[in-house]
């Protein structure tokens, strides 16, 4: 029974339609928590997630990309990419590309500093003062008990990219377990053909416990239509991340726990 909690998780993570996935929530509660307080609670978890930060830096994984657009439902563009995040001699992050064919859609470097990066967004106590988080209610997503709140950056600062939309907390463990949002901010010309406009699709995230303590982002989908000046552009896609190999931590290779997961709450 212990590992049903996170198997359970899993198969609902599995799921690319996010319209499946949503099925599988139950009804958000929006009354305040009596247990805790929300400023309680995003205490805890930003302490948490800058743990999980540092745990982080000492982890190896492939990360797998493929995104399409698509015209309908028919491709008409790809980027793919297979590579292995290793650490260097002196513990720096070194990605090794293992398989990039030739990408068939424009991919901007905002573009791709978010597609190899989101699934590693954090909110710790180190960023927490950059955003406001508001507690929107308890929900049960699959066999997971959560808090929910909303997040947005409070303001831009130049060159910087952020996250924007909903996180899902395990109150067991009060930790990220799912996002839905997207990265921000949009790229709009003052006007139309002056400048590059550079629009970002919508996005879910999932978390997985493979190391009995700590949820790491295995899992990322998007399926939305961006509405450019030149006409409206499906985008579609997965990325994920698995082998995960951490320093000091127990985590297993094949991505699945190597400790006991905590007992669901009654």
């Known amino acids: 029974m212990k590992n049903l909690r996170i198997a359970m998780f899993l198969v609902l993570a599995s799921m690319v339609l996010v319209s499946l996935a949503a099925a599988e929530e139950g009804l958000l509660a929006t009354e305040p928590p009596k247990e805790i307080?929300?400023?309680?609670?995003i205490k805890k978890f930003t302490a948490k997630e800058k743990e999980?930060?540092?745990?982080?830096?000492?982890?190896?994984?492939?990360?797998?990309?493929?995104?399409?657009?698509?015209?309908?439902?028919?491709?008409v563009g790809e980027y793919q990419q297979v590579a292995d995040v290793?650490?260097?001699?002196?513990?720096?992050?070194?990605?090794?590309?293992?398989?990039?064919?030739?990408?068939?859609?424009?991919?901007?470097?905002?573009?791709?500093?978010d597609i190899e990066s989101r699934l590693h967004f954090t909110l710790s106590t180190d960023?927490?003062?950059?955003?406001?988080?508001l507690y929107q209610g308890k929900q049960q997503e699959d066999d997971l008990h959560t808090y929910v709140f909303d997040v947005a950056p409070k303001q831009?600062?130049?060159?910087?990219?952020?996250?924007?939309?909903?996180?899902?907390l395990d109150d067991h463990d009060f930790q990220?377990?799912?996002m839905t949002g997207k990265s921000v901010p949009d790229i709009h010309p003052k006007k139309r053909g002056k400048g590059d406009e550079n629009l970002f699709?919508?996005?879910?995230?999932?978390?997985e416990q493979v190391d009995g303590k700590y949820w790491f982002p295995t899992y990322s989908a998007t399926d939305d239509t961006l509405h450019f000046f030149g006409g409206d552009a499906r985008i579609k896609g997965t990325i994920k991340a698995t082998d995960y190999?951490?320093?000091?931590?127990?985590?297993?290779?094949?991505?699945e726990s190597a400790a006991p997961v905590p007992k669901k709450q009654q």
């Open 127 to 133: 960023e927490l003062p950059e955003y406001n988080v």
């Open 37 to 41: 307080t929300a400023q309680e609670i």
């Open 86 to 113: 290793t650490l260097d001699q002196s513990g720096k992050k070194v990605k090794n590309v293992v398989f990039a064919p030739q990408p068939s859609i424009s991919i901007s470097p905002e573009d791709q500093y």
């Open 176 to 178: 990220i377990v799912k």
């Open 201 to 207: 699709p919508k996005f879910t995230t999932y978390r």
């Open 245 to 255: 190999k951490c320093a000091g931590s127990e985590v297993a290779s094949d991505g």
């Open 52 to 75: 999980f930060k540092s745990v982080r830096k000492r982890c190896t994984y492939r990360q797998v990309i493929k995104i399409q657009q698509l015209d309908g439902d028919k491709p």
């Open 156 to 168: 831009f600062q130049k060159g910087k990219r952020y996250f924007q939309g909903r996180i899902w």
